[in-house]
């Protein structure tokens, strides 16, 4: 729907409804400044059961006091209502700017419109509604089969700016909605949450910035009538739908031109890879290079010597940009101009080998470009 | 001198020598990647004397093992031999690009070049020579009257990208070098940088990126006859040096329009604050709404969410940008264009008040604009 938060008037109101009764598991940021509607939501999903969640993208909902507490649980409310399930069973969910109340003047009576529309195919113009920053809509399906049962798990995701989602399970602005129509359990969803959370959003970085508003959450309502508990294919398939969307977030970030798949190996173990890897994404004049079309190995190395608490021996680092190897024991062996045709691809591998263990991680961020910078120089005005 | 290093043609090559013998203190880059000529200065420095520094620009000689580690023996040597001094007690530092060797066949004869041409009114050519992206020399001077003596302390700072140093004390590509005519021991060189350290060069940040060849060198060589040994207004003059210096690195920072002074107070320590600001300054998302006019707060509140170890209560947290309170007790209070106008300044002051406590701590960085991005995809190709 529009309900006219966002100033373009483009769709801004997206409602997910179980026809029947689901169980839940979710994510949220560890933002100390947490949004409304990520407050409200928390007890509920711990709950482990929920019936759908009321989107809405233009105002995050967030440093509003009790007074957005209050909006948040009204969205909730009014969609409930509107739905005819019980209050409690409806999740809420806001992205956009910081600091403003959502006008429920507006988005009140949008939701009773939604309410009045739900489909079966409304997947894609949902998709479009809960966009803030993005270009394109993100969704991913996997199916399944189980003893003879066909299993379909769905996703779809916002996020393009203020993206470094450091999640806590059961408990990221980049939302995420999956829903499946497996037999699940509370505790399979969060079990099949949790085995892949760290290895997917908490590995993609756009910007370094950990939003107030970051949700991820899986429903399953059973429809299909096979029970995926204690099944891995089910856990694999949930996590190759978050890994696809965590993959679609990066490749759509702000200003984005390229996707850049970092590497860590040989580290002392993979917390430090991940250290080292997030340091690397992290780092705008590396970043700019890429965009730039020059493989600057010496920012790799520069990032990595920052990184805090990394066991690093320089004179052990090989850095490979694109398949080329630039660096070997902490020296150039090549000129960097070899690898530069390799930035030309919509997806440059950045590999650090730091040589001193078995740990191993990956990241990926995008490229910076000066795109990404006027674009939130005019966020707000 | 113009060595030939920097491919413009501009100078590149500076040398400082005392007249006389000479005491000396430094700080150098934590980052676990250390140039070569930071590797050769560390004991050099501690030995507590010196008579000079030898600075290339264009290349850093980082990266570039046993045999950088030569070349940056072979320029300090030059030096030495070329005007007369123990080769222990000539330093080297070298600032640019990480990976690449320095042409020793061009900057050993303009070392030569330039012992011969030394003179005392060669300061300001000097302060240009050691700029990389710099637009402008950066220089400061204090005065001070002892017992009837005049004292002068002079410095000159190179650095406008990759800052943000975390140097320690008797150890930035931030180079700094202050010289002054007082009779002064080692130690008090040593107190006079570590009384200042921390809220000057550690206190700065252009892009979170803390260098591999970051230097503060302070040398004294008593020609004034004025000893300081125990002066409190010596120990002011260098942290007003220092403290100049630091503000002119921010201000040139590369494609910066602004500087940024950070103040957080209310927090539970001053190490608390300044994790939180450092934290603020860090920021891309909010360093770009600064740089676009939008004096946008949440980014404020978002940054403070995500600061490690950061005791935070949102409900307590106000914010004021170029003195308008724009949020207070975690709510927004004001139009945030009620301040846009504000940032036209060409400083702007962002106070965050933590609420929990009498710890205090300020940090100056700068805007970031779609220059900073273009500007570091171009610069090695």
């Known amino acids: 729907m529009r309900a006219g938060i966002k100033p373009s008037g483009d769709l801004d ?7 029947a009764p689901a169980t839940v598991a979710g994510a ?5 400044v947490a949004g409304a509607p990520v407050q409200l939501c928390r007890p509920r999903v711990a709950g482990g059961r929920a019936r759908g969640v009321v989107v809405s993208a233009g105002i995050a909902n967030v440093a509003t006091g009790e007074a957005g507490l209050r909006d948040a649980e009204r969205m909730a409310d009014a969609a409930a209502d509107a739905v005819g399930v019980s209050r409690a069973e409806m999740l809420v969910s806001s992205t956009g700017l910081i600091g403003p109340r959502i006008p429920m003047d507006r988005v009140l009576p949008a939701i009773g419109d939604a309410a009045a529309v739900l489909s079966t195919d409304g997947g894609e113009p949902a998709a479009r509604a809960i966009m803030t920053t993005d270009t394109r809509p993100k969704m991913s399906v996997r199916h399944l089969d189980l003893d003879g049962r066909r299993v379909t798990v769905g996703g779809m995701a916002k996020g393009a700016g203020m993206i470094c989602p ?7 602005t980049m939302l995420v909605f999956i829903t499946t129509d497996a037999v699940a359990s509370k505790a399979t969803l969060a079990a099949a949450i949790g085995a892949h959370l760290d290895t997917t959003f908490n590995s993609i970085t756009v910007d370094g910035c950990t939003s107030t508003s970051d949700t991820v959450l ?5 429809a299909s009538g096979a029970d995926v508990d204690g099944h891995a ?7 190759e739908v978050m890994a696809e969307l965590a993959y679609a977030v990066v490749a759509d970030g702000e ?26 994404a992290n780092s705008v004049l590396f970043r700019a290079a890429i965009w730039g079309g020059d ?6 190395a520069q990032a990595l010597g920052q990184a805090p608490g990394l066991e690093l021996d320089p004179d052990r680092l090989d850095v490979t940009i694109g398949g080329v190897l630039l660096a070997s024991r902490g020296e150039q062996t090549r000129r960097e101009d070899e690898a530069a045709a390799t930035l030309e691809a919509s997806e440059v591998v950045v590999e650090a080998e730091l040589g001193r263990g078995s740990g191993a991680w990956e990241i ?9 910078v006027r674009f939130n120089a005019d966020y707000t005005t």
């Open 13 to 19: 109101l997206a409602l997910v409804v179980s026809d």
């Open 28 to 32: 949220f940021t560890t933002n100390k």
């Open 166 to 172: 450091r999640m806590a399970a059961a408990q990221a």
């Open 218 to 222: 899986l429903f399953a309502n059973g």
């Open 233 to 239: 294919g089910f856990v694999d398939s949930v996590g």
């Open 255 to 280: 200003g984005a031109s390229k996707v850049i798949r970092i590497r860590v190996s040989g580290a002392a173990s993979d917390d430090q890879a991940r250290v080292a890897a997030r340091e690397i």
């Open 295 to 300: 493989p600057n190995w010496g920012r790799v």
């Open 364 to 372: 990926l961020t995008c490229d910076l470009s000066p795109d990404y």
